[in-house]
């Protein structure tokens, strides 16, 4: 699995997204995901889920250094003590001594942009969190937080797929050399019937979603967490990193309308 180097961290460029995965259901899906090779978990405070992430990595066995896990503080959370509990919390229900990537999960309109990174770089400077990042930061808000306040971001997480472009972002991302983690890869699970995607897929003798994938880690300074609580998917999924598409399906690729953002909450800044 090829990695990328970033902050000082190593990120395997795909991961397990766990949104709408809890309890029992998500502690089988991270075991049997850590089973097929995978080493880089995404969670969130919101996803109600970290516990079961947690359990999930003490039964595998796994030794830390090998395992990368992300987590993210919930809007409501932005305040520096408020900050403090989430991560606190976090690191309890997921019985670790500390993350490797700590984001900011959403921008909020009344947020202290200063205040929330000086927080997160001690978070950082105390080796709880191996790195910081953010979350659904726009072009605007990527710039002051690159340009001004001149904190060290070690990727933003955004939702991105073939059904949706972020050219301006991803621009901005590769010249600063920040990671754009992609989430959604499969268009929440929707890329799988594109019928543009299972003509390509058909050729190479790969599915669908499998193609959205690779054309996302086909992308220079761009990682992915799909979401796939069956082992065939997750299985899948991997197996997508052996797929070789060519110019022409790039080209199918790019003529798919890029206009379908499917995450996107009222309580967040517009995004362009
Ligand atoms: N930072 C943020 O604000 C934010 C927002 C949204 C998501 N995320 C992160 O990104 C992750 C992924 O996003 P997502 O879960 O919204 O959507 P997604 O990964 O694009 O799609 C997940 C759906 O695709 C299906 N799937 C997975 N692999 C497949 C395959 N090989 N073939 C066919 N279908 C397949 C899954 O089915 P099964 O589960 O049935 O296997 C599930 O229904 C989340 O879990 C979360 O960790 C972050």
């Known amino acids: ?32 995901a850590l089973g097929l090779g995978y080493r880089h978990i995404d969670t969130a405070e919101m996803y109600g889920n970290e516990d079961a992430v947690g359990a999930a990595i003490a039964a595998s066995g796994m030794a830390r250094k090998d395992l990368h896990v992300t987590t993210k503080v919930w809007h409501e959370n932005l305040a520096p ?18 993350v490797d990537l700590y984001l900011v999960h959403w921008p909020s309109r009344n947020m202290n942009l200063p205040a929330i990174f000086e927080t997160l770089l001690k978070l950082k400077q105390e080796g709880r969190t191996r790195a910081i990042g953010v979350a659904n930061f726009n072009l605007a808000l990527l710039k002051t937080v690159v340009e001004e306040i001149r904190a060290p971001i070690a990727c933003n997480q955004i939702e991105y797929h073939v ?4 050219t301006k972002v991803a621009r901005y991302l ?23 995607l299972i003509s390509i897929g058909r050729k190479h003798g790969a599915s669908a979603a499998q193609v959205a994938l690779k054309w996302l880690l086909d992308q220079d300074g761009v990682a992915a ?28 690729i790019a003529a798919l309308p890029k206009d379908k953002r499917f995450v996107n909450p009222g309580f967040a800044p517009a995004w362009d």
Do not use: W
């Not at 403090?84 to 500390?98: E, G, Q």
């Not at 059904?163 to 972020?166: A, K, V």
């Open 81 to 98: 003590d408020a900050i403090r509990r989430a991560f606190d919390a976090s690191l309890k229900k997921l019985k670790l001594d500390r």
């Open 174 to 196: 590769a010249a600063k050399s920040i990671p754009l983690v992609a989430y959604a890869p499969l268009a929440q699970g929707r890329a799988a019937s594109d019928e543009t």
């Open 1 to 32: 699995m090829e990695h990328l180097q970033t902050q000082g961290i190593s990120l395997p460029r795909l991961g397990l997204g766990t949104f709408r995965m809890q309890g029992e259901v998500c502690r089988a899906a991270v075991e049997s």
């Open 163 to 166: 059904m949706l472009d972020q």
């Open 225 to 252: 967490i799909p979401k796939a609580s069956r082992a065939e998917s997750q299985r899948a999924n991997l197996d997508a990193l052996k797929l070789k598409l060519d110019d022409e399906d790039r080209k199918a």
